[in-house]
C-alpha cells in the first residue's frame, strides 16, 4: 500500500520558516498565511485529496513550466484561501504530496491562473 506524504515546497518551506520566526518575536503580520500552509499540510495528512486542475489552464501551464510538474491539485482551504499541489512518486511505496503555492484568496489564485484576463 502506497504511502502518501505531504511536503512543502522549497519556497513555501522557507516562508514558513520565516513566518516562525516573525511570529516568535511577537510579529503577527503573516499569521494567517501560516495558519493556512498548516490547514493545507493537515488536509493532506488527512489523506483528503484536492481537485485535479485540468492540463490545458493556464495555471498548469504556470508550474509546468516552474516546477516540471506532470500533474496538479487545487483544495479549497476556506471560502476563500486556496492551494496548489502536486504529486510525485518518491519510490513504489511513497508518494510525495508538495505543496506549492498557498493563496489567502481566491482573487489572488484567480490572477495566479489569468483567469479575470479577457
Do not use: C
Not at 37 to 42: A, C, F, L, M, T
Request: proline content about 3%.
Amino acid at each position: 500500500m502506497k504511502e502518501f506524504i505531504p511536503k512543502l515546497s522549497k519556497e513555501l518551506f522557507e516562508l514558513k520558516i520565516k513566518i516562525e520566526k516573525e511570529l516568535s518575536q511577537e510579529n503577527k503580520t503573516n499569521e494567517n498565511l501560516y495558519q493556512l500552509i498548516n490547514k493545507s499540510i493537515n488536509f493532506l495528512k488527512q489523506k483528503r485529496t484536492g481537485a485535479p486542475i485540468s492540463k490545458k489552464l493556464p495555471i498548469y501551464k504556470y508550474f509546468e513550466k516552474k516546477y516540471g510538474i506532470t500533474n496538479l491539485f487545487l483544495i479549497d482551504i476556506s471560502k476563500e484561501a486556496r492551494t496548489i499541489y502536486t504529486n510525485t512518486s518518491n519510490n513504489e511505496f511513497q508518494i510525495l504530496q508538495i505543496i506549492l503555492e498557498v493563496y489567502k484568496s481566491h482573487k489572488e489564485y484567480e490572477k495566479k491562473g489569468r483567469y479575470n484576463k479577457h
